[in-house]
Structure formats: structure tokens, C-alpha cells
């Protein structure tokens, strides 16, 4: 109960209270949108094969064989993207504001407010959890050793799965909060062009207001 408990709340940190991204909206500057990329490297442990060992009754005959693995280290390539307004890095929620994709922008904003919802709820059910794991175990050491009472402990077991479950939709619905893509990186891309071919014509909306989201 009590490394459970402990367990808990060093999870805590790691699920946090999610929030709308706040922050000064970046101005339009007239210079194109573009979504780049670039690949990142990272070195990645896995567990391969590497071999076999036969095992050999005292006949010789191969009985049984069991396969022999090690760990090894191996440098993964990954590609990451970018919006930009020239030179200057910016979120992709300016990217659509700026471009005037206002379809866009209305989802962006749709899943970023249903992952502070979601969040919000895993929360709740993970306080509700925690809880009820007290009072389980509060009611397990209140039964007496003739008369043991089962109650405490399945209070304890259902209130730590759903601390648990709690926990997760916390943390999801967190990262779907602050996503730095939420949307694909294809719809970027037709956002961008969208705006430098209006930019290229002189027809490029101006648009200094509206929601937006600081850099990531």
C-alpha cells in the first residue's frame, strides 16, 4: 500500500495539470510560409538474437535449443518538422493563423480544449483513486485476525486500477493538450502554400489578432 501510494505520487509529476498554450501571437511579416525538415539521430537498446546453443542428451542426439540474445546499442535516423515564417521558427498554430486557415485553426484548438477536458477527468479519477486505496487500507487494518473482512483490501485493489487508468487519460490527454503537431504535417503544407500563393498575388489576408500559441 504504501510503495503504491509512494509510486503514485512520484507519477504525479509527470501527468501535471494540462492548459491551453498561452503566449503573444507572432505577426505577420509578409515573408512566405514554409514547413521544413531535417533528420535527427538517436541511439536506441535493443535486445537481439545472436546465436543459438543446442542442448544434447548423453547420446549426442539434439534434444532441445534455446536462442542466445545480448544487447546492443544501434544509431536510429528519424525525420522532425518545422513551420516557418522566413527564418523564423514558429508553432503551428501561428502557422494556420497566420495563413488564415480558419478550419485549421478551429481544430487545432477543438483537440487541444478536448485534452485539457480529457486530462481534467484522468485527474479526477486518479484523486478518487488515490483516495479510496486510504480508505481500503484504513478498513484492512480495522478487520480483526477472527474475523477478517475481505472489503478493505478489494477497495484497495480497485481503487489503485482506477488510480491507475486515472493516471494515463491524465497524462494523454496532457500531451494532446500541448502537442506540438497536432495536425498532419501534409495539412501544414497546404496551409503554407495556400498563403504564399495569395502572398505571391497580393492577395494575402492580413490578419494581426486571434488566438496563438508561444514557440516549442
Same mark, same amino acid.
Given at each position: 500500500m504504501r510503495l503504491s501510494s509512494l509510486l503514485l505520487v512520484l507519477a504525479l509529476p509527470l501527468v501535471g495539470c494540462a492548459s491551453l498554450p498561452e503566449g503573444p501571437p507572432v505577426a !505577420?511579416?509578409?515573408? !512566405?510560409?514554409?514547413?521544413?525538415?531535417?533528420?535527427e539521430t538517436a541511439l536506441v537498446n535493443e535486445r537481439v538474437k545472436v546465436g543459438e546453443v543446442e542442448h544434447k542428451n548423453s547420446y549426442g542426439q539434439t534434444v532441445a535449443r534455446s536462442d $542466445?540474445?545480448?544487447?546492443?546499442?544501434?544509431?536510429v535516423h528519424y525525420q522532425v518538422w518545422s513551420a516557418y515564417q522566413g527564418e523564423q521558427k514558429i508553432a503551428d498554430d501561428d502557422l494556420y493563423r497566420i495563413a488564415n486557415d480558419k478550419a485549421a485553426s478551429a481544430e487545432v484548438m477543438d483537440k487541444r480544449e478536448s485534452g485539457v477536458t480529457l486530462n481534467r477527468i484522468g485527474l479526477g479519477i486518479l484523486a478518487a483513486g488515490v483516495v479510496g486505496m486510504v480508505g481500503g487500507y484504513a478498513l484492512s487494518t480495522q478487520s480483526k485476525p477472527d474475523q477478517p473482512s475481505y472489503t478493505g483490501?478489494?477497495?484497495? $485493489?480497485?481503487?489503485?486500477?482506477?488510480?491507475? $487508468?486515472?493516471?494515463?487519460?491524465?497524462y494523454f490527454g496532457k500531451a494532446k493538450a500541448s502537442a506540438e503537431h497536432p495536425l498532419e504535417q501534409d495539412r501544414a503544407h497546404a496551409a503554407a502554400a495556400s498563403y504564399n500563393r495569395a502572398l505571391a498575388t497580393g492577395s494575402a489576408p492580413v490578419q494581426?489578432?486571434?488566438a496563438s500559441y508561444p514557440q516549442r
Open positions: !505577420p511579416t509578409g515573408e !512566405p510560409l514554409s514547413v521544413r525538415e531535417k533528420t $542466445v540474445y545480448a544487447n546492443q546499442t544501434r544509431m483490501t478489494y477497495l484497495m $485493489v480497485g481503487s489503485g486500477l482506477a488510480a491507475s $487508468v486515472g493516471g494515463l487519460l491524465a494581426t489578432t486571434g
